[in-house]
């Protein structure tokens, strides 16, 4: 009985490594493609360190379009599971309400999230993209369409595809996504600017809370269109917000891209 539970510790360690290291992979990957892009650019003239837009633009192709791409379809095919542990299908009509349902919800509980830090005079972070568009609003247009085809797809592809799918086979549903959405919210971390540890936290905390979203979402519909289509859509229509709120007299309230 005793070496049945050391075995079974060990092997959820190993689970929890393997998910992680697919993480931490995704990420080395990406900035090695981003150095090798910048350069392949330099040797033709052009240097992304002085063109701030073209550094963005670089930054998520490479990062959330080939890097996360190429992780987690390498993992998939040399892995144990094999193709069949993605879900991915055309979308049918369920889907798309499910969509629609799913998108709505990421915004209420976006806001009700703030609403509840503001009652508690609690500051949470600052994504780094919003300072970034303080500077250069055009910035915040270009991630509108990154936003839909790459940050959204290449992000659910590695974190809920790939890293839900390894911890839900070995933990179980519910503690297969808040494990997955921990890491997820964790890998945001170098995105962020924050002025203490509480601000950190409570933005992760807000990251971890709509990725449960997310995650619970791709469980139920077994399709990765799904999630995919919400975060993109999600992050997008906030960096419309953030464009007309920089560009405008208008006040928006400030939202949180993930």
């Known amino acids: 009985m005793a070496n049945a539970s050391g075995a079974s510790t060990v092997s959820s360690i190993r689970v929890l490594g393997e998910s992680v290291g697919v993480a931490v992979a995704g990420f080395v990957v990406g900035i090695v493609f981003t150095f090798v892009a910048a350069a392949a650019l330099l040797a033709a003239g052009i240097s992304i360190f002085e063109e701030q837009l073209l550094a963005i633009v670089v930054q998520t192709l490479m990062l959330q379009g080939f890097a996360f791409f190429s992780v987690a379809l390498g993992y998939i095919y040399f892995s144990r599971y094999g193709f069949d542990m993605l879900w991915l299908r055309m979308p049918t009509l369920s889907d798309v309400i499910w969509t629609v349902l799913g998108l709505v919800?990421?915004?209420?509980?976006?806001?009700?999230?703030?609403?509840?830090?503001m009652t508690f005079g609690i500051e949470s972070a600052e994504h780094g993209i919003i300072e970034l568009g303080g500077e250069n609003p055009e910035i915040l247009l270009v991630m509108i369409p990154l936003s839909i085809l790459l940050i959204g797809p290449g992000e659910e592809l590695l974190f809920r595809g790939v890293i839900q799918r390894i911890l839900v086979d070995r933990f179980g549903i519910w503690s297969g996504i808040l494990v997955a959405s921990v890491i997820f919210a964790v890998a945001h971390v170098m995105a962020l600017i924050a002025a203490d540890t509480t601000q950190l936290l409570t933005t992760l905390g807000i990251y971890v809370a709509l990725s449960l979203i997310l995650g619970g979402l791709y469980e139920k519909t077994e399709n990765l269109v799904v999630p995919s289509v919400i975060?993109?859509?999600?992050?997008a229509i906030q960096f419309g917000l953030l464009y007309y709120t920089l560009t405008s007299d208008v006040d928006l309230a400030l939202l949180t891209p993930f």
């Open 105 to 117: 919800g990421l915004f209420v509980a976006l806001i009700a999230l703030n609403l509840v830090l």
């Open 231 to 235: 975060h993109g859509l999600f992050n």
